[in-house]
DNA sequence: CTGAAAGCGCTTACAG
DNA sequence: CTGAAAGCGCTTACAG
C-alpha cells in the first residue's frame, strides 16, 4: 500500500515503459506524436500497473472533468416516478454516455436558496449544466448566467430566459390543437384538467386551451388543476362534472396521459363513455396513452428531441467556451389520433 | 477573465485578506489556529471575491471528492419510474445530502463488461459507492472489492457477497409470513406472482412463498412470473386463474404491490370478488397499497432503512480507509394488515 | 497563530 | 518524436 491508496501513477507507468512521464500522458491521451514503439511500451505499462489516470490531477490542468449535471428541482419525491422525468433522465444518462460525459445528479433544494447547487457548481466539479423542469420562483438562470457556467434549460425558464440557452416545445399550440381536434368532432361544452400553473408545462397548455376556445367564441371557464398524476385526474374530472352544470360536458383536454386516464375512469364510474358522451384528448404520449380503454388521443411530447439537442447545444458551448449567445430551439409536438377523441 | 476563466484563487484572497494562502486555507477549512482577526478578513475576502474552492486542486491533496456514487443497472428504462426505485433514488439524494455528500448517478450498461463503469471509479471521481439491485450475473462485487473503493450493496449480491458490505431485507421470511396470513384465513389454494428469477427480491420472495406453502403441505405449482409492474400482474393472474384447473385459487401472494392491483383488475374482470372469492396479500406499501379498492394487505419493504444504514456504512468505511472488513445488516418487512387478505 | 515550502498527479508548451 | 520543467490550485507538515 503506497501513499496513494495503491492507485498506479503516470510515473510508474512512465518508469515501467521506459519512457518520461511526458511521453507517457502523450501515448495515454490520443497518442499523437508518439512512436509506435512507445506506444506499446506505455500500453502495455498501462495494462500490466492496471493504470487509470488520477481525475482529480488531470482536470487541475486540462479544465474539463468530463461530468456534466442534471439538475432537477426538489419540489416532492414523486418526480422521479413521473413518467416525463422518468424518460428524461434515462435519456439525458444515455445521451450523455454518447458523448463521454458523466451524469452528475443534482436536487435542488428549495430551502437553502441554491446555495449549496451554486457552490457545488461554483467548484467546477463539472464542465456543464442540463436544468429541467423548475419552478416560478427559482431565479437558476439568473445565477447560472453570472456564473458563466455553460448550461441549458430543458423548458423555457420563467425568469432570466433572455440570459440562457434552452430547448422547450410548444405547449401552448399543442394545446390548440387538441381543442381543434374537439371543435372539429363537434364538441362545444370543453373543459380542461390543466397542470400545475407554477409549471410551464401546465401554465402553457392551459393558455393555449384558453386562447383557441376564446377565438371560437365559446366559454373558457371549465378549468380544473391537477398535478400530472392519475389521481389528481380522478379529482379534477370529478370537480369538473360536478360544476359544469345544465349543460354539462363534452370535450376534455387533459394537460397529461397520467390525469387523462384519471378522467376516464372517473367518467366510467359515473356511466359516461368515451368518446361518446365525452370526448378526451391526451398530453405526452409516453406509453400509457396507448395503454388506456379506449386508447388516447394525445400529443406526443417530443423529449427525445428535446434532450438530444439540449445536450447538443450544451457540448457545443462547452467546447467554445461559452461564446456566441444563448441558443435556442423549440419543438413541435405531434397529433397522435386514437380512440378518445 | 483571467487564465483560470475567471474564477478566483485561494491566492487572491489571501492577498486581499492580507495573509498567507496557509492561513487562508486553514480559516476557509474549519478555521482552527486562526486569529479572530485573520478569519474575518479572510471571510470578508472570500465574501467579496465570491470565492469556492476548486474541487480537483482540493481533492488532489485531500484524496477525498466529497461525492458519491449511486450505481443502478441499465436493463430497461423503466427502471425509474419503477416506484421502488424512484423512492430509493430520492432517500440516497436526501440522506447522502445530509452527510454532505455529492450524488453521481451512475448507470451501469450491461453491455461493455463494465469497463467504463470501472474505469471511472478507478479515476476516483468518487469516494464510494452504492449499488441498487443489480442482475444475476453481475460481477459488480467482484470488481468493486478489486478497486478496494468503499462500497455498499442494497440487496446482497448474487456474486462475491462475501467479499463486500450490503444491507437487505428478509425477502424470503416476509413472503412466508404473507403466506401465513393467507393460510390462517383458511386459504389452501395459494399461487404466486412472482418478480423476476434475476432479481434478488423476486428470486427470494418466491423462496420464501414456496417453502412455507411445502412446509405446510400444500401444492407448490401455482406460479406466474411478472416484472414487478401492474400490466404483468393482469398477464400473470389470467395466466394463473386459467391454469388452475378444478380446484381453482383462493390466495394469492403477489410480488409487488403493482402486481397486486394488476391482480385485483383481473380478478375484477372476472366477477372474482378480494377477499371474499380470492385473498390477496401484496409488497412493498409505498403508496399504491393504500389506494387500491380494496386496500391491500401487505408486507412494508424498508427501504428507508435500508438506505440509510447503507450510507452510514458506506461513510463509516471511507472514513476509516476500509479496515474492519465488509458489514452486513438485514431488516425485516413489517406486516401491515390491511382488506385484501 | 502564521508563513515558506513541498507536494498531490497530471498535461503542455518549449527546446531539442 | 522525446524529455526536463513549469504549473494547474489547493492543503499540510514543519519551523517559528
Known amino acids: 500500500m503506497t501513499l496513494n491508496g495503491g492507485a498506479p501513477t503516470l510515473d510508474e507507468v512512465a518508469k515501467l515503459a521506459g519512457v518520461s512521464k511526458a511521453t507517457a500522458s502523450r501515448a495515454i491521451n490520443g497518442g499523437s506524436k508518439v512512436s509506435a514503439r512507445a506506444q506499446t511500451a506505455v500500453d502495455n505499462a498501462v495494462r500490466e500497473l492496471g493504470y487509470t489516470p488520477n481525475a482529480a490531477a488531470r482536470s487541475l490542468v486540462t479544465r474539463r472533468t468530463g461530468s456534466v449535471a442534471l439538475i432537477v428541482p426538489e419540489s416532492d419525491e414523486r418526480i422521479f416516478s413521473d413518467p416525463f422525468f422518468a424518460r428524461m433522465l434515462h435519456l439525458v444518462a444515455r445521451t450523455l454516455r454518447e458523448h463521454d460525459l458523466q451524469l452528475v445528479l443534482l436536487i435542488a433544494q428549495p430551502g437553502d436558496e441554491a446555495e449549496r447547487l451554486l457552490r457545488y457548481l461554483r467548484g ?54 387538441a381543442v381543434r381536434v374537439l371543435l372539429e368532432g363537434g364538441r362545444r361544452r370543453i373543459a380542461t384538467i390543466a397542470g400545475p400553473p407554477d409549471m410551464r408545462a401546465g401554465h402553457d397548455r392551459l393558455r393555449g386551451w384558453r386562447d383557441e376556445l376564446a377565438a371560437a367564441g365559446l366559454e373558457t371557464g371549465l378549468v380544473a388543476h391537477g398535478d400530472f398524476t392519475e389521481d389528481s385526474g ?94 435556442r430551439v423549440v419543438f413541435v409536438p405531434e397529433l397522435v389520433r386514437r380512440a378518445s377523441a
Chains 1, 2 share one sequence.
Do not use: K
Open 124 to 177: 467546477r466539479y463539472v464542465d456543464g449544466a442540463i436544468v429541467a423542469s423548475h419552478h416560478r420562483e427559482d431565479r437558476l438562470a439568473e445565477h447560472l448566467s453570472d456564473l458563466g457556467l455553460p448550461c441549458v434549460f430543458i423548458g423555457r425558464p420563467w425568469i432570466g430566459a433572455e440570459r440562457v440557452a434552452y430547448v422547450d416545445s410548444d405547449n401552448a399550440g399543442a394545446a390548440a390543437q
Open 234 to 327: 380522478v379529482q379534477a374530472c370529478a370537480a369538473l362534472l360536478d360544476a359544469a352544470g345544465p349543460g354539462g360536458i363534452d370535450g376534455i383536454f387533459a394537460a397529461s396521459d397520467l390525469m387523462a386516464q384519471g378522467a376516464i375512469r372517473e367518467l366510467a364510474r359515473r356511466g359516461l363513455r368515451v368518446p361518446e358522451d365525452v370526448a378526451l384528448v391526451g398530453y405526452d404520449d409516453l406509453g400509457v396513452a396507448e395503454r388506456t380503454d379506449p386508447p388516447l388521443t394525445t400529443l406526443r411530447n417530443p423529449i427525445a428531441s428535446m434532450v438530444v439537442e439540449a445536450i447538443r447545444l450544451l457540448t457545443e458551448s462547452i467546447d467554445q467556451g461559452g461564446g456566441g449567445g444563448p441558443r
